[in-house]
């Protein structure tokens, strides 16, 4: 679907400050939705099935071997594991679920438990399966297909003219590779990038335009949540007038796409939660992030609910899809949904916990950044509201 505004219309609007003039645009972004989904929504939850020990320089990640900050780690779980975060994203209100896995590319084995817990979660559950798992060929996408993933993930994460202050290690053209790989083997594609990581406001520009050239399904807006120790630490949280402008900027740039709040929302956002989802936004990452956590069930559906919108589970597993599904019907028996009651908190489902389900280990050595590039710590530790994690003493034994 072409972009509602031209290039040079997207670099006037960046520029606006006005909180009046913000809201006008707010309100054209909010029909360009309603126009495109209706009072529909697409709440995803995640799981990090495996985090820390990543090769790669990301400025922005705290599991990077680059970075001076202690790595959040946990096996790779297994697929039983999987399956009942899963129960726990849809007792939460999810209507999809993500497996998330933490570098560049996974060893066959760990893959293998990727491709059985993705059937554990198609058939076990009335969820929509989305698969985060870094660069894939063809034939792995297709593996996917045929456990039942119908969407993965894989952010370009910025503007190419700013990539190279992003990542120097993962090549810009090696991502548009594997989104390629994604659409050869017949499955949706979820493409977005994070805000605040430096760029200009014309480079947001650029990167949604970009965006648009990919064409996929679901876009992700990450907010920086700066991690002291990476290149990005000392970074400020964005103004929430300007993440909710540039949210319904991107939504004028790319009227056709699922829009979802993830990484950086509940810092970056603040008081501002319900106008950002008023200016474009089809869901939220619910539950916690890969990190770090996220907001109660009951307060993410409630400010859907607030604007009109509807958030109710989804019975059909996607046989009859629903407008998030450009792709058409997907092929087989789906369960039916459970009349459940849905949970109100994080406490009263099993979902992934960060806080508690991932240790962190200090990095025997930190090499230089490839770029030669900084860590930073936060100029103030204490002004981020950070997860309480289980600490594994460095000089302990291991087990």
Known sequence: MPPLITYEEALALGEIEDHAEIEVLIERAWRARVERFADSTDMCSLVNAKSGGCAEDCGFCAQSRFADADTPMHAMMSPEEILEHAR????????????????????????????????LVAEKTSLKRCASVG??????????????????????????????????????????????AVREAGLETCVGGILNLGESRAQRVEMAFQLAEIDPTSVPI??????????????????????????????????????????GRVENLGELHALAVRAGINGVMMGNFLTTLGSEPADDRAMFEELGLNVARQADNGSNPRPDNRSGRLEGESPEAEDAVLVESRSEAALWDPSTQLRHRKKPSVPPRPD???????PTEGSMSLPQVVRVDPEAPPG
């Open 135 to 180: 660069h894939m060929s063809a034939d792995r996408a297709r593996a996917l297909k045929e456990a039942g993933i119908q969407r993965v993930h894989h952010n370009v994460e910025t503007a190419e003219s700013y990539y190279g202050e992003v990542s120097t290690t993962v090549r810009y053209e090696g991502r548009l590779r594997t989104i390629d």
């Open 88 to 119: 726990a994203a849809e007792a939460a209100g999810a209507h999809r679920f993500c497996m998330v896995t933490q570098g560049q590319g996974l060893s066959k084995r760990d893959f293998e438990k990727i491709l059985e817990g993705a059937r």
């Open 222 to 263: 990450n907010m920086l949540n700066p991690r002291s120790g990476t290149k990005f630490g000392d970074r400020e949280y964005m103004d929430p007038w300007e993440a909710v402008k540039w949210i319904a900027i991107f939504r004028l740039i790319l009227p056709g796409a699922l829009f979802r709040l993830c990484g």
């Open 372 to 378: 030669r590039a900084p860590n930073r710590p936060r």
